[in-house]
């Protein structure tokens, strides 16, 4: 069975700073991944795609992949109140595509 | 550019009675996939649509639940009879085309099932 883990959370951080959400995946034929970002009560909303290894950065958002660990990452810099949510890692293989149980992020003021 | 429309929003019934869903992806969007979501869980999928084709229902518990997409738009989801454990949040979401890779999919607001 294909797997996609995610520490459930929630991780605290304070205004301003770094939040990193981590996502490991057990199919080594996988090719595409997505982050989601779902606020409470909403349904999840797409906020980055990554298919190859390295980093992809797009504003505050950076994901990384390391297909060889088999992982993805996303980063969040100068984290805001308003990034407070549960982040998706989704992962697709072949005509699959696997979500996690997502983190939750708290940032605090 | 309108996003997923999906319908009702919420929906509260008692057991043993028929509920349907309906969902609109966005235009020009083959692929049609419905999800269920638990509390705290991720999306899981129920089934996917090419066109007016189910490529992929085998998680679709099929004795009482069903779907169809006529004229390869418009989709509805159809259970009958519900369940207490059916409760949760029903996610439809579209994307442009199955590819396999750059399938970055577009989810519409859900429905929320109460079961009683």
């Known amino acids: 069975q294909k797997e996609v883990e995610q520490n459930s959370g929630p991780l605290s951080v304070p205004e301003g700073a770094i939040a990193s959400l981590n996502c490991t995946y057990s199919d080594r034929g996988s090719q595409s991944f997505f982050w989601y970002r779902q606020y409470s009560g909403k349904s999840p909303e797409l906020i980055m795609s990554?298919?190859?290894?390295g980093d992809k950065e797009d504003g505050r958002f950076t994901a990384q992949l390391n297909k060889a660990s088999q992982y993805v990452s996303l980063l969040i810099r100068d984290s805001q109140p308003s990034d407070s949510a549960t982040y998706l890692c989704?992962?697709?293989?072949?005509?699959?595509?696997?979500f996690g149980g997502g983190t939750r992020l708290m940032v605090k003021p | 550019e309108a996003g997923v429309v999906q319908s009702p929003r919420y929906k509260i019934i008692e057991k043993k009675q028929p509920v349907a869903f309906w969902c609109n992806p966005i235009?020009?969007?083959?692929?049609l996939y419905w999800y269920l979501q638990n509390l705290g869980q991720g999306p899981e999928l129920l089934i996917r649509y090419e066109n007016e084709e189910a490529v992929d229902d085998s998680q679709l518990p099929k004795d009482r639940f069903s779907a169809e997409r006529l004229k390869g738009v418009d989709s509805t989801l159809k259970i009958q009879p519900a369940e207490l454990g059916d409760s949760a949040v029903y996610l439809c979401?579209?994307?442009?085309?199955?590819?396999?890779?750059?399938?970055?999919?577009?989810f519409g607001p859900g429905t929320r099932l109460t079961v009683l």
């Open positions: 990554i298919y190859s290894n």
């Open positions: 989704a992962v697709s293989a072949g005509n699959m595509l696997t």
């Open positions: 235009s020009g969007h083959n692929t």
């Open positions: 979401a579209s994307s442009l085309v199955w590819t396999g890779a750059y399938n970055e999919q577009f």
